[in-house]
Structure formats: structure tokens, C-alpha cells
């Protein structure tokens, strides 16, 4: 499974962007899909987690209610609409996909991973 992430940028606070992941390859044997973030000084964190079937998702604390995760099947591709962005959403976002379960924050439940797009929220 090949993945490619797209859509980071520079956006000021309160903005909004959307992030996209394609999926290619073995796509069929994805089970779920996830986006993580690390930025400058800090351990990569989990950010939306979304079940192939998108019947479930799952969200970290910090961006709930403001970031939404979905996917188009047809297109094997997975979406990060990030509202209301702050300067602390500043980071290298990475698409993850999994083969063996649905949904989680666990980055080692991911098998395969996309390079990074970065997002920059200016104040």
C-alpha cells in the first residue's frame, strides 16, 4: 500500500484547510485509516482515526468538534477538513493505514504511512 498525503499549507488562525490521502496498491486490504501529527520538538500524536467502511471514527481531544475525518471509497482516499485552525495545530501531518482492525490512536496498529504535508497556522 503506497499513500500519498496533500493539501497542507500556510493558513491563518481561525482558517481552514483540508488534507487528502490516497491510497494505492493493495488498497483492498485496508481495514482503516488514520492521521497523525508531530510537530517541531514534540513526539508524533494522534489526530482522526476512520474505518474503511467510514461507519466509525474516532477523534483526539484536542481537535474534536473542529477537525473532521472522512473517505470516498470510490477514490481510496481519506480527508482531514481541519475548521477553526490554531496556531498549536501547527505540524508535519501524516496519513497511516491499517490492515487488522477499524479504528485507534495506537501508531503502531498502522502498517503503512504516507510522507508528510505541513500545515502552518500563522497568529
Known amino acids: 500500500v503506497q499513500l500519498q498525503a496533500s493539501g497542507g499549507g500556510l493558513v491563518q488562525a481561525g482558517g481552514s484547510l483540508r488534507l487528502s490521502c490516497e491510497a494505492s496498491g493493495r488498497a483492498f486490504s485496508i481495514t482503516g485509516m488514520g492521521w497523525f501529527r508531530q510537530a517541531p520538538g514534540k513526539e508524533r500524536e494522534f489526530v482522526a482515526s476512520?474505518?474503511?467502511?467510514?461507519?466509525?471514527?474516532y477523534y483526539a481531544d484536542s481537535v474534536k468538534g473542529r477537525f473532521t475525518i472522512s473517505r470516498d471509497s470510490a477514490k481510496n482516499t481519506v480527508y482531514l477538513q481541519m475548521n477553526s485552525l490554531k496556531p498549536e495545530d501547527t505540524a508535519v501531518y501524516y496519513c497511516?493505514?491499517?490492515?487488522?482492525?477499524?479504528?485507534?490512536?495506537?501508531?503502531?496498529?498502522?502498517?503503512?504511512w504516507g510522507q508528510g504535508t505541513q500545515v502552518t497556522v500563522s497568529s
Open positions: 497511516a493505514a491499517r490492515s487488522e482492525g477499524y479504528t485507534g490512536w495506537r501508531q503502531d496498529d498502522y502498517h503503512y
Open positions: 476512520i474505518s474503511w467502511s467510514g461507519a466509525s471514527t
